[in-house]
């Protein structure tokens, strides 16, 4: 398990710290304050750096934490001390263009928390239990908007506005591709 | 596709800072999650709910277990609905819920279902859930889909097996580990990422096979493999093989290194960090290995992305610590990386230089360092400074430029640690270069004119008061010390007071004048600082009396008092005010030897002020003081050694009892520490009965009951044997614990008057021989055995039988005789045919034991010992002989 590239936590926090999603796959954190307190404090070491146009690194409490701002997000993924920093900030990339495609350019924290739903699924399909899914954002983002009806359902179950967003799910998607 | 969450009466929607979640309420969410259930569902409504319950989970509110089962039952109704997105978030909600095994049952069927579909979304997720929540006995009814799935032509559905797969492989090794065809073939795979996740679990599954791993390796090494990941994974898998296999290829090429090469020319950028990484750290690398990796990670550092510039110079800050000159081609990027936007990035890079720079260039880098140091945060500079010390000790010549930077930045603003470490330095410096001792001690002497931290103040004045009488001029040390003695806190004062005395005690010509400050501070306010004066004052003969500062006074004054802190702490608390007054000379001197994990921290730092700290109150001491404290065992004579806690309970039961077992000459202790975990009992006279039939030597002499054992207070009962003096007896003792058990109510935590009498049953105990045995290392084995001489050497061959492999023999071997063993040869090499291992010991009656194993192992794994031992008398080295051949 040691030698496989572990994720120890993905967060989004607005331009306060606070949460938007955040997701652990590590026990290092194992109550909701010790949680909050790592948060706290990546949150204040890397307020005041700019990273904004490339992603940025630091080293903090033995644990190697990349990060990315827009707007009022922040974006945030932590691997152990001896992680490979350039699979770390690949995750950060893939997490960050999709959720980028996913609320369709407008990525601010108004937009990330109206569209909940759709950044805890892009965590879903970004890492399970640790271990990296996917890093290429389409893949990623093309997973979590294949909103539809499943092809085995019934045509009367679906209502003109279902109907009318399967329509538009397609359209994202090939857009997407 | 999501909508706001609007309330009817909610208008917000045009407010800056609005959320969808802007008052939302446990109670008020769990209500809405009633819809859940109506007979026409909404999906969108329900997507809704489970994304609000969501969003509560996410911002640490948790669930009670009520509250948790009924939205779960809530929520295993909506796999009627055929909405795809409404189905995802089901799976998302229930691996947050985490079903107990009983509710698991109930989604069981409907994931089964959709792991069977034909839609690849629900094959992906329902593997992902099921194996989540599943507790293995579900495994082997599912076992058939998983290995279907693992080669589903679907990436996503292979990949969601395959990662399932890794984590079952902790809980489920058995099961998973018959995949291992399905899973090769994935490896195969055209799909990036299920290469990835399928090299990973082969490897996971096959870890343990040497050979296995090995021939994965060299396969995959010469075929393609496409995934980054699954690239960079393989190069961690051959730098382990590489690892294992280094011993026998010292003379020829390393196996795989043109891998690793070849790995520094891919197009990802994450592959060649991985294997420029790999080759820097594979264990005695040569400059012409490192060479081509440096090459890359020096074109990182100019890289206009922090992240690649980060993990280059974090590697080469590595390797500078054992081949500075190779990381020196990149002197120059890494100087026009201090001035880097990312602090972290710039403090490697300075730290690097400093461990590469060379003496020409030490001058320049200091007045770039001086720049950056005031726009960092103290931990950095704290770095920066342990960096700094080590170049001045490689280049003492330079020591004046470096203690110049040093006392500026010791002017600037700093926390504690950070001062902590420039004064450390520039004591260290002082201790370690003769030249820079007096400018140094004059910028401590500046320091504490304005210091705030009455800790670095005592300890420099403690300095002062040892280097600053030796020096040429020491008159010119006392006004700043005095001044301690006006300006400063009580602390301080007598701190000061204590410095004044040894300059007077070292320095004759001083002295007269020293007695007239010492004098004033006869008038101090404080307690501690007049006493201190007055002591020194007739020590040093102020009466006029003694011009000479006798021996035994400098002895008093600045020999080391060469007893732990600690155990003068204990007996100053246990000694009672009576006609006797206290005898330092009663003190234990004895250290616990520090334990081994301390020493080898990395990059052991020298002490600077104060020197090492005391040790731990020593285990030993502290039994020795305990036995001798109970009157039935106080003739017993010497204590020769306690053995380590054996637990006689299981975890977790209503009584914890462990045993350690004192060994004297005639003697041994039973201390049993004994521990109530029931809150509503209170025990009294709890004793241990002991049947010692089966250990016929001994004979039970004394036992010291437990008078009373509250809830959660450990308590010890003893129980004392007789046993031949000097003789290793052993034996089997079966032991029950016996007490009379009071009701306690919780409420008032009074104990009922009646108690009744019962009984536990305990685990059976055993001495062994290697209870005779103490640990003891000794440092230079092979001149400690030649010391020894052939004279009671006994040498003779066993046969240890079939064994896993040869370090579990080594294992076994020392964990029967109990004894130390030295220079590192406890550690088998893997792969090893042969081992020699060398273990020292003090016998029981003060025998020193040296032993040399000599094991071989050989095709049906069957493991050969040949033992010599030598010792101070031969009856001891045959006793070692019959230890082996009996155990």
């Keep these: ?177 | 596709m999501a909508q706001p969450f609007l309330k009817k009466d909610d208008d917000h929607d045009d407010e800056a800072d609005y959320s969808p979640f802007l008052g939302i309420e446990k109670g008020a969410v769990l209500q809405e999650a009633r819809v859940f259930n109506d007979p026409q569902l909404d999906p969108r409504r329900c997507s809704q709910v489970i994304t609000k319950l969501l969003y509560l989970l996410n911002q640490g509110e948790t669930f009670t277990k009520v509250e948790a089962t009924e939205v779960f039952f809530a929520v295993t109704k909506l796999f009627q609905s055929r909405d795809l997105g409404l189905r995802r978030m089901v799976y998302v909600i229930i691996k947050e819920l985490s079903p107990s095994a009983d509710e698991v049952i109930i989604v069981t069927s409907s994931l089964m279902k959709d792991m069977t579909s034909k839609t690849d979304m629900y094959r992906a997720n329902a593997i992902r859930v099921l194996c989540w929540i599943t507790d293995g006995t579900l495994l082997t009814q599912i076992e058939r889909y998983l290995k279907q799935a693992i080669v589903d032509k679907n990436p996503v559905v292979a990949s969601a097996a395959l990662v399932s797969g890794i984590h079952l492989l902790q809980t489920n090794p058995e099961i998973v580990k018959r995949w291992s065809n399905e899973v090769q073939e994935a490896v195969q795979s055209r799909a990036a990422l299920v290469q990835f996740h399928a090299l990973a679990l082969l490897h996971q599954i096959r870890q343990n096979d040497r050979l296995a791993v090995n021939k994965l390796v060299s396969s995959l090494t010469k075929g393609s493999v496409r995934s980054p990941l699954a690239q960079c994974l393989l190069i961690r898998y051959t730098s382990q093989v590489i690892r294992e296999s280094a011993s026998n290829t010292q003379t020829g090429d390393r196996p795989f290194y043109d891998f690793l090469e070849g790995c520094l020319r891919h197009k990802a950028e994450m592959v060649i960090f991985e294997a420029a990484r790999a080759i820097t750290e594979l264990n005695g690398v040569t400059s012409r290995e490192l060479t081509p990796a440096i090459t890359v990670l020096q074109l990182f550092l100019s890289s206009t992305k922090p992240v690649l510039r980060f993990a280059a110079v974090r590697t080469l800050n590595k390797v500078a610590m054992t081949h500075p000159i190779a990381v020196t081609n990149c002197n120059i990027d890494m100087e026009s990386l201090i001035s880097d936007q990312n602090r972290s990035i710039a403090t490697l890079a300075i730290t690097t230089l400093l461990k590469t720079g060379n003496e020409s260039s030490v001058d320049r880098l200091m007045k770039q360092i001086t720049t950056f140091m005031s726009d960092i945060a103290d931990e950095f500079k704290i770095v920066v400074i342990e960096a700094i010390r080590s170049l001045c000790l490689k280049f003492p010549l330079k020591h004046r430029s470096l203690m110049n930077f040093l006392s500026n930045i010791l002017r600037e603003e700093g926390g504690f640690e950070y001062k902590k470490a420039i004064v450390d330095s520039i004591v260290i410096l002082i201790r370690d270069i003769p030249e820079a001792k007096e400018s140094g001690l004059l910028h401590l002497c500046e320091f504490i004119e304005d210091c705030e931290f009455t800790y670095l103040s005592t300890q420099i004045l403690h300095f002062l008061g040892i280097e600053g009488p030796k020096t040429s001029d020491p008159s010119k040390y006392i006004r700043y010390i005095y001044n301690r003695v006006h300006l400063e806190n009580a602390t301080v004062r007598a701190g000061a007071v204590s410095t004044l005395a040894k300059f007077g005690a070292m320095v004759d010509s001083l002295k007269p004048r020293i007695f007239v400050l010492l004098r004033r501070c006869l008038f101090d306010t404080d307690d501690e600082v007049r006493d201190r004066a007055t002591l020194y004052l007739n020590t040093l003969g102020a009466d006029g009396a003694v011009v000479e500062t006798g021996e035994d006074v400098k002895e008093f004054l600045f020999g080391s008092l060469d007893i732990p802190l600690v155990n003068l702490e204990r007996s100053l608390k246990n000694y009672e005010p009576s006609e006797e007054s206290f005898d330092i000379n009663s003190v234990p001197k004895e250290v616990k030897i520090q334990p081994l994990a301390e020493k080898k921290a990395p990059g052991k730092k020298p002490t600077g002020l104060g020197g090492p700290p005391p040790g731990p109150p020593s285990t030993i001491d502290a039994y020795e003081k305990l036995l001798s404290s109970i009157p039935e065992f106080a003739n017993f004579g010497k204590l020769f050694k306690s053995s380590a806690p054996v637990e006689l309970t299981e975890a977790e039961t209503e009584y914890a009892v462990n045993v350690v077992k004192h060994i004297l000459d005639g003697h041994v202790v039973f201390q049993y520490n004994c521990t109530n975990t029931i809150p509503e009992q209170l025990l009294e006279n709890v004793t241990v009965i002991v049947d010692a039939s089966e250990a016929e030597e001994f004979a039970e002499v004394a036992s010291k009951p437990l008078r009373s054992l509250p809830y959660d207070s450990p308590g010890q009962t003893f129980v004392a044997f007789e046993k031949p003096e000097g003789v290793p007896a052993v034996g089997k003792f079966s032991n029950m614990l016996r007490f009379i058990v009071k009701e306690v109510d919780p409420s008032t935590g009074e104990a009922e008057d009646d108690g009744v009498e019962d009984e536990y049953q305990l685990e059976e105990l055993e001495v062994v021989a290697a209870d005779y045995m103490l640990k003891v290392g000794v440092s230079n084995f092979r001149n400690a055995w030649e010391s020894m001489g052939p004279d009671c050497e006994r040498v003779d061959e066993y046969g240890l039988g079939p064994r896993e492999n040869l370090a579990e023999a080594v294992n076994a071997v020392i964990n029967l005789l109990g004894m130390q063993p030295c220079e590192g040869t406890e550690v088998v090499p893997s792969n090893s045919r042969s081992h020699t291992c060398l273990l020292s010991g003090v016998y029981i009656g003060n025998v020193k034991v040296l032993v040399r194993l000599q094991f071989g192992i050989d095709g049906p794994k069957d493991v050969a010992m040949k033992l010599a031992v030598r010792s101070e008398d031969e009856a001891v080295s045959d006793v070692i002989h019959e230890i082996v051949a009996s155990g």
Aim: glycine fraction near 6%; hydrophobic fraction near 45%; charged fraction near 25%.
């Design chain 1, 1 to 177: 398990m040691e030698l496989c590239p572990l994720i120890k936590n993905i967060l989004l926090l607005d331009s306060e710290g606070k949460r938007i999603a955040v997701k652990y796959y590590s026990d290092d954190w194992p109550t909701n304050s010790a949680k909050e307190a790592f948060e706290k404090a990546v949150f204040a070491k890397t307020q005041k750096t700019n990273a904004r146009t490339d992603a940025e690194i630091t080293m903090f409490d033995n644990y190697v934490v990349v990060y990315k701002f827009v707007q009022d997000l922040h974006f945030f993924v932590t691997g152990g001390e001896n992680e490979n920093e350039i699979i770390l900030a690949a995750v950060l990339q893939g997490f960050f263009d999709a959720v980028g495609l996913l609320l369709r350019g407008t990525v601010d924290k108004k937009e990330a928390l109206e569209n909940l739903d759709l950044i805890l699924l892009c965590l879903d399909e970004i890492v399970d239990g640790g271990i990296i899914l996917e890093t290429d954002a389409n893949v990623i983002a093309g997973k979590v908007a294949s909103h539809s009806m499943d092809a085995g359902a019934p045509l009367s179950e679906q209502t003109i506005t279902q109907a009318l967003a399967t329509a538009r799910e397609h359209l994202t998607r090939s857009l997407l591709k």
